[in-house]
């Protein structure tokens, strides 16, 4: 069963939790996060700051920070469980197998080191038989192949050098440098930027996609840069999955309050008259140490109840093939719908 | 010229803010002795209005001027030339007692609650500040206007003396608000006051901005680069690029249908919450070019799809298109 599963997801993750140890008790920032991503599809993570999206991230890595440590799970790569491997075996597998495009492409470059220098390291770490004028021309063609102009004269630049937009491609070459990723995990690669070279870098992610047939997991709090470049969506909130779907289904039919919520304060709708309010969700994320036995967005729903919501953690249930909710009152959620 | 005008003539009806021919150019240092070694013309001769109780957008990508202009209106830079005209008076002259009482007039509102509160000072420090500064009231009468101020912003009053560290983001962003709101200000400049936030609390602090326009008749200068958040917010827009204003519209106008190469790249760029309306957009080539080594001529046409022979020759003006919408652009217009 396994090597089925393994040519269909590149990446699975089950049950995966993450605590963190702190003074004032401990913080189950991942509580049981399931997510699949497969072959050369975009998986979209989304949800706020806090919920636990770049923790995701670090934890597939095997990066979590202290106080925090994985506590359950398994994570596969291509049906190998990263969560056993040993440490020497999972640095091969980052920035080879799995790469990574972080959010801020100043604070991810060394400033001291020219850009073609960096992108050689990951060479001398993963290919170490190449020899550096190989290892050069490689960084040159990868440096050309993200669009940077005359990369020849870039490769001894700084990163101070290079505008903001510059050095994001500069990462994205860096994480392809070991030829073909299995999976690219982009953590808010465009936030940073300005809108109209966001759109170049989110098109420079779909052309290297079709190219290589990677798979992306892609973190991000736009839902404008999930409706154009994602495949399924998975919504987290507070540390666990709290809908799953095919991208048009989760534009077109969210069911989790939240999702909704989401995606009625988003701007953006053309024919919206300009200057109405707008709708937001109320309240605040609550605190991790206090979502024990209730579901967590119990406190910010219109659709709770008291009875139902507030004794116990809702299930996953699926709606239909695909379609993952975690909520107990999806009928009554299905059923204002139709009214609407 | 200027000089002996009455404030009627300079202020038809109901403008607050009128802007003329700005003009802000930072020099370049470089070397061992950090001799001036050029000029970034940062802002390049610009000029608008505000109207009372509205929302001007100013907007435009890093590098466009766009807070520089904002640190002018403050005074918090001195311009190399124009004129800026607040209720009929030229603020760039005033010095000493008028300047501080000026501050009272007009207010900012900063991009990153993270930075832009002092750590080290309680909420009720931060928004009591400037009544402390201006001496506008006994230490008790602070207390209690900080505490009116903080309902008025969204905020309970039991939180007057904690510090910035226990808030998130959006609550930063209230104190941030608050601040700006103690002195009773006619201007407000928003310098991206949302896009360090998430999208559910975006749309709650937008919400705020807007209540309390219409309750306080506040007028807004709102710095930006989100065209779904300018849409949201502004009653007028203006176009910046590399300096210059590009195109200005009615916001209405400006959202049917930019006439400015640029400012459609602009939104053709931003993406659409719909996945079934991907599209093939306009992309721009290249990035924004050196404000050190300005192009010749139009400072677009090394980006422009719809560049020409004489868009490297020659700058084109401002000019209207129609009444209240003007593009800077050989072509369009």
Redesign the interface.
Known sequence: MMENLSDRYVLDVRNLKVHFFTDTGVIPALDGVDLWVRRGETLGLVGESGCGKTLTARAILRLVPEPGRIMDGEIYLTGENLLVLPEHEMRKIRGDRISMVFQEPMTSLNPVYSVGNQIMEVLTVHRSAMTGKEKKERVIELLKAAGIPSPEQRFFDYPRQLSGGMRQRVVIAMALACGNPQLLIADEPTTALDVTIQAQILEMFREIQDKMDMSILLITHDLGVIAETADRVAVMYAGTIVEYADVVKLFKRALHPYTLGLLKSILQTPQVRARRRLHTIPGAVPDFLDIRNKCRFFSRCAFAHKNICGQEEPEMIEVEPGHLVRCARVEKIEEHRRRV | MTAQRSAEEILPDDILLDVKNLRKSFPVRKGVFARVRGLVEAVSNISFKVRQGQTLALIG??GSGKTTVARILLRLEEPDGGEVYFQGRNILDIKGRALLDLRRDIQMIFQDPFSSLNPYMTVGQIIGESLRVHKIHSRKEVKNCVQEILEKVGLTQDLYSRYPHEF???QRQRIGIGRALTLNPQLIVCDEPVSAL???????I??LL?DLQETLGLTYIFVG?????I????HEVAVMYMGKIVEMAF??VF?FGPLHPYSE??Q???????????KR?T??S???PNLFSLPPGCRFHTRCPLTKDICSQEEPRLKESSPGHSVACHFRG
């Not at chain 2, 680069?225 to 958040?229: C, F, G």
């Open positions: 990508e890093s998130s983001g959006g998430d999208v559910s609390v975006r749309a709650q937008l919400n807007q680069h989100d065209l779904s958040v849409r949201h917010v502004s916001a209405s959202f790249a602009l053709s760029a931003a993406p659409i919450p719909d996945p079934e309306a991907r957009r992309l721009l290249g990035d924004v």
